[in-house]
């Protein structure tokens, strides 16, 4: 903000001194002169900065180029296939699609299709009917009174205060015109959440919005919000890829007094959930837990978010299901991959299992236990593309979300200011003045539109490859390229049978 703000007023004097200089041009050369032997002076007597003490004047050049470098990498430097997190190609579709525009490509693929970890998929010589519509997934296992038909595409937890409210309220009307859910994440449910659109409620260690004074689980108000008709699930979050094993966190400056109304907390202050539950510990407690939320919501389904992080304890979970027969109604798998406003940058670059390898063996723990009968597999990270959602249920997922594609549809630029509440394009910033720059009339539409488009491509997808049913997929469909020659994902990750209590996945 302060480099900013020192930028805009750079400007300004450099404005009115260029117009002194046409004006009256040996005073106005005279102000020139005046402020850069000022600057200089100020410069050498700072003590803050070794470059400008070394450099005077000339070294502001430098905090200019830093003040303006992702900028000038992001739209002259990057390829389409390099930038970081997202690059410009994978940034296209989702424009494209979320605008109803060209949907294809001249000239062929601009991947390294040689490449070691390339991916793609087998397709039929003999493709099957293309399906008119994208079926859905019924959620709710046997102690589940009102099970849910899910998108096989949905919108993943995202929570008002991490996104402005025009962001939720788009959001949330897009859910409703294409029929998918449209996670609360664990910021808790406002009245921008309350547009139509079916709501997983999703409880996180903070308790916001259903909590006591001194932060603890409140089952009274956790009732109340999860009984509300918006509300078709509730999702526990254990921990998420971006950050495992550290609270969620919202900074001082996106913590307005509505915000921290809504949450139950204190306005202004940095909002930093706990790591851990207070409600419950152990594998038992976490199923008991599950138990007493579908109770109090009247049995709707429920289930968790993880990243995981070692695999004997979500094995151990696994062997309590078996012995309590609790089962949660769908464990949702976060990889180290994930995405979030604001991390730390260790958690975010160095803790937790990736994507893959932990889809793999939540699924195949779950079928050599014989409980995937009885739990359906969310998966939300790294979720852009029809192949994206097309290799996950490959790998064993049932449901499919995405955060970060979604913001892409609203408009976001990856401008990566999500944690300073200064996002250019309104989706991530609580200020009045950046919000109503996100129009919800047009944005809600393109939403909609992405993910009516990408399951248009699944299907397309899904009928290149000889598909008819959801149970065709299976990981012989896709190929990683390697440095001895291609192999399917069968081979990589043998599949494991119902009841075989095998495990595929190796201690990493």
């Known amino acids: 903000m302060r480099a900013t703000l020192k930028f805009s007023l750079t400007l300004l004097v450099l404005g009115i001194l260029i117009a002194g200089l046409v004006q009256w041009p040996w005073y106005g050369a005279l102000m020139l002169a005046g402020l850069i032997l000022t600057l200089g002076v100020h410069d050498i007597v700072q003590k803050k900065h070794t470059i400008l003490r070394n450099f005077p004047v000339i070294g502001h050049i430098r905090f ?36 109803l525009q060209n949907e294809t490509q001249p000239f062929g693929t601009q991947l390294n299709v040689e490449h070691s970890e390339h991916k793609w998929m087998k397709h039929s010589l003999y493709p099957a009917p293309r399906l008119q519509q994208a079926p859905g ?24 205060g991490a996104l402005s409210k025009n962001a939720v309220m788009a959001l949330n009307l897009g859910a409703k015109a294409g029929g998918f859910f449209h996670d609360t994440g664990e910021g808790g449910i406002s009245e921008y959440h309350l547009q139509g659109g079916d709501l997983v409620y999703e409880v996180g260690t903070g308790y916001f919005g259903c909590r006591t004074k001194d932060g603890r689980f409140s089952p009274d108000e956790f009732q109340r919000k999860a009984c509300l008709p918006a509300v078709k699930m509730i999702e526990i979050k254990l921990s998420q890829g971006a950050k495992p094993g550290h609270g969620g966190i919202l900074p001082a400056s996106k913590n307005s007094e509505e915000i921290a109304r809504i949450r139950g907390v204190k306005p202004h202050t940095d909002v930093i959930s706990p790591p851990g539950h207070s409600a419950f510990e152990g594998p038992e407690g976490l199923l008991q837990f599950i138990r ?33 027969e609790i089962y949660p109604d769908f464990i949702t798998v976060d990889g180290s991959e994930g995405g979030t406003g604001a991390a730390p940058i260790d958690f975010a670059n160095y803790v937790g299992m990736p994507w893959e390898q932990a889809l793999v063996l939540v699924v195949d723990t779950l079928n050599g236990l014989d409980l995937k009968k009885h739990i359906r597999v969310f998966t939300a990270t790294r979720i852009f593309t029809a192949f994206d959602i097309f290799r996950a249920l490959c790998l064993g997922a049932d449901v499919c979300s995405s955060a970060r594609g979604m ?81 399917s994902y069968e081979q990589i990750y043998p599949s494991v049978s119902a009841g075989s209590r095998l495990v595929a996945v190796a201690e990493p």
């Open 64 to 99: 200019l180029s830093e003040l303006i470098g992702p900028e000038i990498h992001q739209y002259f430097v990057e390829s389409n296939t390099d930038g970081k997190p997202i690059d410009r190609n994978h940034r296209n579709y989702i424009y494209e699609r979320a605008k």
């Open 292 to 324: 007493q939320l579908r109770q109090l919501s009247g049995g709707k389904p429920v289930g968790f978010k993880l990243c995981i992080g070692c695999r004997k304890e979500f094995e151990d979970l696994c062997q309590t299901m078996v012995e309590t």
């Open 407 to 487: 913001m892409l549809a609203l408009g976001c630029i990856q401008a990566l200011k999500c944690n300073t509440n200064q996002c250019p394009s309104g989706v991530t910033t609580n200020k009045p003045a950046l919000v109503r720059g996100l129009v919800v009339e047009e944005k809600w539409q393109r939403v909609r539109n992405y993910h009516q488009e990408t399951l248009k491509d699944f299907l397309d997808l899904f009928a290149a490859a000889g598909c008819q049913n959801l149970s065709d997929l299976n990981r012989s469909l896709i190929y990683r390229q390697t440095a001895s020659g291609p192999v």
């Open 137 to 160: 997934v019924l959620v709710g296992g046997p102690q589940c009174l009102q099970p849910y038909r899910a998108s096989l595409f949905n919108i993943s937890a995202m929570s008002y």
